[in-house]
C-alpha cells in the first residue's frame, strides 16, 4: 500500500497562492488516481479535486473550479494541488488521498474510493 506524506500548508492573506504537495512512497504513483479532499473545522471531509478522470482528466469542486489545479509528477512520485485567489473559505486541512483502478476508473469523488490517505496539511486563509 502507498503511503503519503502532505506538505505546504500554512498561513496566507486571502487573494494570495499556496502550492500543497503529497508525496508517495512504498509504490508507484503510476498506480493509483490521485485526489485531494478538505475539511473545515466543524464540517465533514469533502471533495476537491481529482486526477485520471475518464475524457477530461482532472475534475474539480464547483468552489474550487478555475482557482486549484491539480497535477503530478510520477517521476518524482508526487501530486500538487496549486491554489490560487485563495478565499477564507478555504481554510481547512488539506488531505491527498490514493486510489487504485475500480471499476472501469481510476477516478472518484467519494472518499470511500479511496484506500490510502495522508495525514493532512493545514492551510489557513486571513482576510
Known amino acids: 500500500q502507498v503511503q503519503l506524506v502532505e506538505s505546504g500548508g500554512g498561513l496566507v492573506q486571502a487573494g494570495g497562492s499556496l502550492r500543497l504537495s503529497c508525496a508517495a512512497s512504498?509504490?508507484?504513483?503510476?498506480?493509483?488516481?490521485m485526489a485531494w479532499f478538505r475539511q473545515a473545522p466543524g464540517k465533514e471531509r469533502e471533495f476537491v479535486a481529482a486526477?485520471?478522470?475518464?475524457?477530461?482528466?482532472?475534475y474539480y469542486a464547483d468552489s474550487v473550479k478555475g482557482r486549484f489545479t491539480i497535477s503530478r509528477d510520477n517521476a518524482k512520485n508526487t501530486v500538487y494541488l496549486q491554489m490560487n485567489s485563495l478565499k477564507p473559505v478555504d481554510t481547512a486541512v488539506y488531505y491527498c488521498?490514493?486510489?487504485?483502478?475500480?471499476?472501469?476508473?481510476?477516478?472518484?469523488?467519494?472518499?470511500?474510493?479511496?484506500?490510502?490517505w495522508g495525514q493532512g496539511t493545514q492551510v489557513t486563509v486571513s482576510s
Open positions: 512504498g509504490r508507484a504513483l503510476s498506480n493509483y488516481g
Open positions: 486526477d485520471r478522470w475518464i475524457g477530461i482528466g482532472t
Open positions: 488521498a490514493a486510489r487504485t483502478y475500480y471499476g472501469g476508473s481510476f477516478a472518484s469523488t467519494r472518499e470511500r474510493d479511496f484506500g490510502s
